[in-house]
């Protein structure tokens, strides 16, 4: 839209109500990405707080086949009804009135909106009444969070995050006092088990004295994971190590290397939860993250999260710079011959989609993806045996594969997890150059040839649909052609 202003944000500077960017809360461009696809589809909108009935118009506008709830306690509200806007009176801070409110209007909501009183328990209070009525699909949002930490641990019991949304333009009151610019998105918890493996190779790298970073990550697993979770710690090969007598916990020891490839499909073949969440062993996690990436799934998606670089000394972000998308390296402008690069951050497209909350990317960093066990192994057939060494690629594998076999490689803003990068860090095992080399070459060689036999696309389809890309050429069908003859 012209000026960034998403079609949401123009309909509420028309009613004159403050939730868009050039005002005080910049709320809109994300509730536009989040629900622009079911605009058709949603029949029933409840929101707490609006007396002059400006967010109900906004909504009303947006929904054009919704009817539009709008409830206030606030002294000098509108009580009158409009078109498709019915109006109530109720005391966010009395369960009785919550209640009462429901047997009225009806718990059928698509949307719930709490900009009500504003007060941390009012919040609290609000969403745990409603929420076991509603339905399980149901987006409810808490508007203007003061205290996240009184409404996180009083809602602990459902899904919810914080999603990141741009500052606005009005940012301080005239007593330079910042707006609050902070909602919390709550879902139902869908109550799938998710099998968190974590493969492993000599991390004996120290976060703390006696603590090495695998142990760091697994207890940061045990405090952040709020779902029903197991956790498969896999050795590819001695030496092992020890962990506390963790629930619904199992370790693997393999007596000599396999792979991580190979390793992935053990532990994974192990595992028992509908879902697996596949992280590196040097990762630190946010809070409900595997309830948050279960929530927005759909069968054939491999989904990653919201990447930050861990330091392992603090155990915290490295700095406050994350990543959501990551590119294909052109394999063809090498200078190290022909292989797809590892890394492919790709900052400025995650600049440019800030406010997607979930959307496609062409690769994922391999440190950490969330996929469903049935379509791991039913439908891509996990890692093949391929690659000699079963260590090089994996991300390449994994995300060249779904995507041209028909599937999405996405990426859910909603959480995040940090990785601690190696370069620098001591890694507990080394390959050869002519290891790696050759490993790289296999990869390169096998999607480049379209060697998958079923594949519904090519490896030209790929590019295609995401260029321009960062390292390819505007040219490189040529180079492409060019390789295809000389293989």
């Known amino acids: 839209m012209e000026n960034d202003l998403t079609e949401l944000c123009l309909l509420a500077i028309k009613y004159g109500t403050d939730r868009h960017p050039r005002s005080k809360h910049s709320y809109t461009p994300y509730y536009y990405n989040l629900f622009k696809d079911k605009r058709q589809l949603i029949k029933k909108v409840l929101e707490f707080g609006d007396p002059e009935h400006t967010g109900l118009k906004m909504w009303r506008d947006f929904f054009p086949n919704a009817t539009i709830f709008g409830v206030e306690n606030a002294p000098g509200s509108i009580y009158h009804n409009e078109e498709r806007i019915r109006v109530y009176r109720c005391n966010q801070s009395s369960k009785r009135d919550l209640e009462n409110l429901l047997k009225k209007i009806g718990s059928d909501f698509d949307i719930v909106i709490d900009d009500g009183s ?75 088990k998710t099998s968190i493996i974590v493969p492993s190779r000599n991390e004996s790298l120290e976060c703390q004295p006696g603590i090495t970073v695998l142990q760091r990550t697994v207890q940061d697993i045990y405090e952040k994971a709020t779902g029903d979770f197991e956790v498969l710690v896999g050795f590819d090969g001695p030496p092992y190590q020890d962990f506390p007598d963790y629930p619904n916990f199992k370790v693997v020891k393999f007596p000599a290397v396999v792979g991580i490839k190979t390793m992935i499909n053990a532990l994974a073949a192990m595992s028992s939860g509908k879902y697996i969440y596949k992280t590196d062993a040097h990762c630190a996690f946010a809070k409900g993250f595997d309830e948050v990436l279960q929530s927005d799934m759909e069968e054939n998606w491999i989904v990653t999260p919201r990447f930050y670089v861990l330091n392992p000394t603090t155990w915290e972000w490295k700095d406050e710079r994350f990543y959501d998308y990551f590119y294909l390296c052109c394999p063809f402008t090498d200078p190290k011959g022909l292989r797809f690069k590892a890394g492919g951050h790709w900052p400025e497209k995650t600049k440019e989609k800030l406010d997607v909350p979930i959307d496609e990317t062409p690769q994922i960093h391999g440190s950490g993806w969330f996929i469903s066990k049935d379509y791991y192994f039913n439908a891509l057939g996990g890692f093949p045996n391929i690659d000699p060494y079963g260590h090089a690629q994996e991300p390449i594998w994994l995300a060249l594969k779904n995507w041209l076999a028909g599937g999405k490689v996405m990426v859910n803003k909603k959480t995040w997890y940090a990785h601690m990068h190696q370069q620098g860090n001591k890694r507990g095992y080394s390959m050869s150059k002519s290891q790696n080399d050759l490993s790289y070459k296999v990869a390169a060689v096998y999607w480049l040839g379209d060697k998958l036999a079923e594949r519904k696309h090519d490896f030209t389809w790929f590019i295609q649909k995401f260029m321009p890309m960062p390292t390819w050429p505007k040219n490189w069908e040529k180079f492409y052609s060019k390789w295809r003859k000389q293989k």
Do not use: W
């Open 118 to 192: 504003h007060v941390p328990q009012d919040q609290v209070l609000t969403c745990l009444t409603l929420m076991p009525h509603l339905k399980k699909s149901v987006a409810y949002i808490i508007e203007d969070v003061i205290n996240p930490d009184i409404v996180d641990r009083g809602i602990r019991g459902y899904s919810h995050y914080t999603p990141i949304l741009k500052p606005p333009r009005r940012r301080f009151n005239r007593r330079g006092q910042p707006y609050t610019n902070r909602i919390i998105v709550v879902r139902n918890k869908k109550g799938e």
